[in-house]
């Protein structure tokens, strides 16, 4: 596997991974998706629409979109699980696009620039920002798979993606997600 595709494979994780999550957060009431939990940010709602902001955040940079920080106003764009699935699929899928537009390793040293607002513009290849993005989406995963053990929904599997052994385990789901 070279790195262009290790990348794209990533990004088809990252998809699943958030699927099955925001599936799960699905059984739950909006009450209990808003609910205190402990974690580095308060709730599952918090946790998870932090991860959609930042994914637009690096999408953007990455795609010269020019939105810069105010893609975190507001820090909870989607208070509810049902909107939050939506919203993300669509910015996952964007990610997949994006990934399989790398065409060759050299794809990956590009320079990107990021907007740190008063700190001013930060200037990163588009490998550190995708390698940054992807570990900033399954830290927060994992914060998020843990509060869900505190609620009436089961928390889903998320590491049964790039094993050959798992493939039989993800092959239903991956062909409806169209991945």
Not at 105 to 134: C, M, N, S, W, Y
Not at 150 to 168: I, K, N, S
Request: glycine letters at 8%; a negative charge; charged letters at 25%.
């Amino acid at each position: 596997m070279t790195l262009v595709e290790h990348v794209r494979a990533m990004a088809r994780n990252n998809a699943w991974s958030n699927h099955r999550l925001l599936t799960a957060c699905a059984g739950l009431t909006d009450e209990a998706f808003a609910a205190p939990r402990t974690g580095f940010f308060p709730s599952l709602q918090a946790t998870l629409n932090h991860i959609l902001t930042v994914d637009w955040f690096y999408l953007d940079a990455l795609e010269g979109g020019g939105m810069g920080l105010s893609v975190f106003d507001p820090a909870v764009p989607y208070p509810t699980a049902a909107g939050l699935a939506e919203a993300q699929s669509a910015v996952d899928r964007r990610l997949i696009a994006f990934c399989d537009g790398l065409t060759d390793p050299d794809a990956l040293e590009r320079e990107v620039v990021i907007d740190r607002g008063k700190d001013g513009p930060d200037r990163e290849t588009v490998g550190q920002v995708l390698t940054h993005l992807f570990v900033h989406q399954i830290h927060h995963r994992g914060q998020a798979h843990a509060m869900l053990s505190g609620t009436c929904a089961e928390p889903p599997q998320l590491d049964e993606f790039f094993l050959d052994y798992d493939r039989h385990r993800r092959e239903g789901e991956m062909r409806r997600l169209r991945l």
